[in-house]
């Protein structure tokens, strides 16, 4: 085969998806004190990202939890929902915790996120998602459909008012509920990222989170058992709002695991080599807050990936796009005559 010949005539195409939440997302894990320092290292890798991003041309999906998006708490009170999630786990909702919660984003850096939205925003090529009002889970004891109709609703209703239109979603832990799609479609959600094929990364909630299944995830970090978890266009164009599946998740940086960073480099760029040469997607994702310790190696990573896509662009035609530019363009085609 030619080095730049392409099986199918679809070009691939490469996907970025960040869970941007900081605390909100990991409050009900990890306190403060064990985990303040990444969160606080969020200031410092959104800007980072975003100049690397706009230095390779890369389209980002920048799925932000709803409760990021307000410049003091007055203004976050106003806006929340009046029906919230009853998870039978308490300590799953930040309802329950909002007085913890500081004035504005200058004294309370862990809850507020306006100002790093804002520079995203600035950033071209840049697209604002919604990882859910509250980082709802779907699939916990106690959160109803209902619940989960007024979330979206406050995620959109405080963009809005910001003049901006969430198309995008990512369920927050993964916890896709393909009985809430329906709901999506209504509130003009028109794609998600669903959770990669295998049982390792079945959708689950945190009861069903086994260390057997943990392990097998960091393991598939390193070692290929899962398979490059590419998907063609045409299989993603089968369902609405269209599934745009995760193939990998880009784990931080580690120390410890420092011996084997060659392998998880190896893992993601022969997956989008896969991708490039048949005309797949490959969907890569993290979170900020994972480069908010060790930044610079975990830059160094990025900028590795960022030149290989370069390096795909160049040899197989491969393209850097938003999961709400997939979407538009199966929505051309679907609605071009046959």
Same mark, same amino acid.
């Given at each position: 085969?030619?080095?730049?010949?392409?099986?199918?005539?679809?070009?691939?195409?490469?996907?970025?998806?960040?869970?941007?939440?900081?605390?909100?997302?990991?409050?009900?894990?990890?306190?403060?004190?064990?985990?303040?320092?990444?969160?606080?290292?969020?200031?410092?890798?959104?800007?980072?990202?975003?100049?690397?991003?706009?230095?390779?041309?890369?389209?980002?999906?920048?799925?932000?939890?709803? !409760?990021?998006?307000?410049?003091?708490?007055?203004?976050?009170?106003?806006?929340?929902?009046?029906?919230?999630?009853?998870?039978?786990?308490?300590?799953?909702?930040?309802?329950?915790?909002?007085?913890?919660?500081?004035?504005?984003?200058?004294?309370?850096?862990?809850?507020?996120?306006?100002?790093?939205?804002?520079?995203?925003?600035?950033?071209?090529?840049?697209?604002?998602?919604?990882?859910?009002? *509250?980082?709802?889970? *779907?699939?916990?004891?106690?959160?109803?459909?209902?619940?989960?109709?007024?979330?979206?609703?406050?995620?959109?209703?405080?963009?809005?008012?910001?003049?901006?239109?969430?198309?995008?979603?990512?369920?927050?832990?993964?916890?896709?509920?393909?009985?809430?799609?329906?709901? *999506?479609?209504?509130?003009?959600?028109?794609?998600?990222?669903?959770?990669?094929?295998?049982?390792?990364?079945?959708?689950?909630?945190?009861?069903?989170?086994?260390?057997?299944?943990?392990?097998?995830?960091?393991?598939?970090?390193?070692?290929?058992?899962?398979?490059?978890? *590419?998907?063609?266009?045409?299989?993603?164009?089968?369902?609405?709002?269209?599934?745009?599946?995760?193939?990998?998740?880009?784990?931080?940086?580690?120390?410890?695991?420092?011996?084997?960073?060659?392998?998880?480099?190896?893992?993601?760029?022969?997956?989008?080599?896969?991708?490039?040469?048949?005309? !797949?997607?490959?969907?890569?994702?993290?979170?900020?807050?994972?480069?908010?310790?060790?930044?610079?190696?975990?830059?160094?990573?990025?900028?590795?990936?960022?030149?290989?896509?370069?390096?795909?662009?160049?040899?197989?035609?491969?393209?850097?796009?938003?999961?709400?530019?997939?979407?538009?363009?199966?929505?051309?085609?679907?609605?071009?005559?046959?």
């Amino acid at each position: 085969m030619a080095h730049n010949q392409v099986v199918a005539s679809e070009k691939g195409k490469f996907v970025i998806s960040l869970d941007f939440e900081i605390n909100w997302g990991v409050r009900d894990q990890q306190t403060l004190a064990q985990y303040g320092p990444n969160l606080l290292g969020v200031r410092q890798a959104v800007p980072a990202m975003l100049a690397l991003f706009a230095e390779y041309k890369l389209r980002v999906t920048w799925a932000t939890v709803g !409760l990021l998006f307000f410049a003091n708490k007055r203004e976050m009170l106003a806006h929340l929902p009046t029906v919230r999630p009853e998870y039978a786990d308490p300590k799953l909702s930040p309802y329950l915790a909002l007085d913890a919660v500081g004035e504005d984003e200058a004294s309370d850096p862990y809850h507020f996120g306006l100002s790093l939205i804002e520079q995203i925003r600035r950033t071209p090529g840049q697209e604002m998602a919604t990882h859910t009002f *509250c980082h709802y889970y *779907c699939l916990e004891r106690g959160q109803t459909p209902e619940a989960f109709r007024h979330d979206l609703q406050a995620a959109q209703r405080i963009a809005t008012e910001q003049g901006l239109d969430l198309r995008s979603l990512v369920f927050p832990r993964n916890q896709h509920n393909s009985s809430y799609l329906s709901i *999506c479609q209504e509130l003009g959600i028109t794609s998600y990222r669903g959770n990669e094929a295998s049982w390792i990364y079945k959708e689950r909630n945190e009861e069903e989170q086994t260390l057997y299944k943990r392990g097998a995830r960091l393991l598939d970090a390193y070692v290929n058992l899962s398979g490059h978890n *590419c998907h063609a266009m045409s299989d993603i164009a089968r369902s609405f709002p269209y599934n745009i599946p995760a193939s990998r998740f880009l784990r931080p940086w580690s120390g410890r695991m420092k011996a084997l960073e060659g392998l998880r480099l190896k893992r993601i760029l022969s997956g989008m080599e896969h991708a490039a040469r048949r005309g !797949l997607v490959f969907h890569l994702w993290w979170h900020p807050h994972n480069f908010g310790a060790n930044l610079p190696e975990n830059m160094a990573v990025l900028q590795r990936i960022a030149e290989h896509y370069q390096h795909l662009q160049t040899a197989y035609g491969m393209e850097s796009l938003s999961m709400r530019d997939i979407a538009d363009r199966l929505q051309l085609q679907q609605s071009l005559p046959a």
